[in-house]
Structure formats: C-alpha cells, structure tokens
C-alpha cells in the first residue's frame, strides 16, 4: 500500500517538477534576451545611433552579430538557450537566438543595421527570438524571416520550445514570452 501511495504521488508530482523546471529555464533565456537587448542598444549609441547588423559585409559575410555584440556581452552563454541542446552549430558558434533578417546585410544592398530613428514602433518591433533551423531544436540558426516562413523552417525559423511559445526582445529593449500564434500575428516592419 505504501508502494502503491509512493507511486501515485510520484505520477502526479514528476510533470509538475518537470513543468517547473522548464518555467526556470524560460525565465533564465528571458533574461538572455533582456541582456542582448540592451546590448543591442548600447552598440547604438556606439555606432550613430544605428543597431547591430546581421553582418558586417553583404549577404551574410565578415563578421556575424554574435560576434559583433561580444564587447557589450563578455560572456558567450549568454547566446545559448537553457532549453535548447545544441549539436548542429553555425560555423563554430553555438546561438540559440535570431537577429531580424530585416536589419539588412542580407543583401548586396542591404543597410548595415537599423537607424534608431527609422523604427516607428520599437516596442512593437522585433528585435531578436528564439530560433532553430529546420524545425530541429537541436540545430542553431542565428537568424529569423518575416511570415509566412521559408525551408528554414515553419513560422520564419521562430523556435516555440518554451511552452508552445518563444522569447522575444524588442527595438526599445525590453523582452518577453509570446506564443508562436500571437507573435506571427504582429505586424513585421521591414527596413531594407
């Protein structure tokens, strides 16, 4: 009966734990975000009021955000999702998140980041989410496209893995959790 007792409990008990766990690790990526949203704001100032390009050369090349954002982070873990287990890197970087492919760069036109001025709604604005590539969790991609998606995978690269839902960190600095849903259903500004 004792037995029996113990494993009811367990039952019960070991979702809410696990449950629990996954809320801790939501909230520590949360603050991830945060941190590199402030980040991006302080390479503003240092850069003419223009935010972090996806890349310093057109179509991907030179020097990746990640890499640019270092001097305002020191600390590569910060780029890592407590969530996420990575064994697909990009290049030799381990990134759980994604810049806005909107920020230019991508291009051989595109604008190197995005003057302060130019967005409208930075609190409406995406700045950086969680991503994966390919739908795989396991797979980094340090980007995100605009709705409805690409062969990067569904809803434009946006991983859901906390709660059926993904951080997100904003032109105005501050970050939360929205669910796959509700963030494809904001507007997306472009600024190439």
């Known amino acids: ?110 604008e190197q980041g995005v003057a302060l001025g130019r967005i409208a709604q930075p609190a409406e604005t995406y700045c950086m989410m969680d991503t994966r590539a390919h739908d795989n969790e396991s797979e980094c991609f340090p980007t995100f496209y605009a709705p409805p998606g690409n062969t990067w995978g569904s809803y434009g690269a946006m991983s859901d893995r906390h709660n059926g839902g993904a951080n997100i960190n904003f032109y105005d600095g501050h970050a939360k959790w929205m669910s796959r849903q509700a963030a494809w259903a904001m507007p997306y500004y472009d600024f190439n």
């Open 1 to 110: 009966v004792v037995i029996a007792i113990i494993a009811i409990l367990a039952a019960i008990l070991f979702p809410v734990f696990a449950k629990a766990r996954e809320k801790a690790r939501q909230s520590s990526c949360l603050s991830n975000m945060k941190q590199l949203a402030l980040a991006n704001l302080q390479y503003a100032q240092d850069y003419d009021e223009k935010t972090l390009p996806y890349s310093t050369l057109p179509s991907g090349g030179g020097l990746m955000w990640f890499v640019i954002v270092q001097p305002y982070i020191k600390n590569t873990q910060i780029l890592v999702c407590p969530s996420q287990s990575i064994t697909t890197k990009w290049g030799t970087a381990d990134i759980s998140y994604g810049l806005t492919r909107s920020t230019g760069c991508l291009g051989e036109s595109g």
